[in-house]
């Protein structure tokens, strides 16, 4: 168990990320909420999804931006030094051979701050998530 100093709250995930006050309820919002360094990377992670995944419902969910339908389809969220995409447990299972120079967890996988953004990677995957994540 993490507790955030600032707000008292605990997580499971040392150093969770989220919002000590009020969260944000959009996509936008949540992405304006960040310092400005890493908007745009957001910003460019936001696109590559929502061009995979245009008839999704976007929303925040789990305090992430989200993209469902029917169920949640692949979320992503902002940390210190990277950013994290959460396609789930099975995709990151399917897609391992071409995940191998990320770090990845049960269902996320980590895009450090300080590297290109991979861009036909994060659409590759949300497409994936189009195709076996949908209800
Ligand atoms: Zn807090």
Redesign the pocket.
């Known amino acids: 168990m993490w507790k955030?100093?600032?707000?008292?709250?605990k997580f499971e995930n040392t150093e969770q990320h989220?919002?000590?006050s009020e969260p944000p309820k959009t996509i936008e919002a949540y992405i304006a909420a960040q310092t400005e360094d890493i908007q745009l990377r957001l910003l460019e992670v936001y696109a590559a999804i929502k061009v995979a995944l245009p008839d999704a419902t976007e929303k925040i969910s789990w305090q992430m931006p989200t993209f469902w339908k029917g169920q949640n389809l692949i979320h992503f969220a902002a940390f210190k030094k990277h950013i994290g995409l959460y396609p789930g447990g099975e995709a990151t299972t399917a897609l391992a051979e071409k995940l191998t120079d990320y770090k990845t967890s049960k269902g996320g996988i980590q895009l450090p701050n300080n590297k290109p953004l991979p861009l036909d990677l994060i659409t590759e995957i949300a497409l994936w998530c189009g195709r076996n994540n949908a209800k």
Not at 4 to 9: A, E, I, K, V
């Open positions: 955030c100093l600032n707000c008292g709250r989220h919002f000590c």
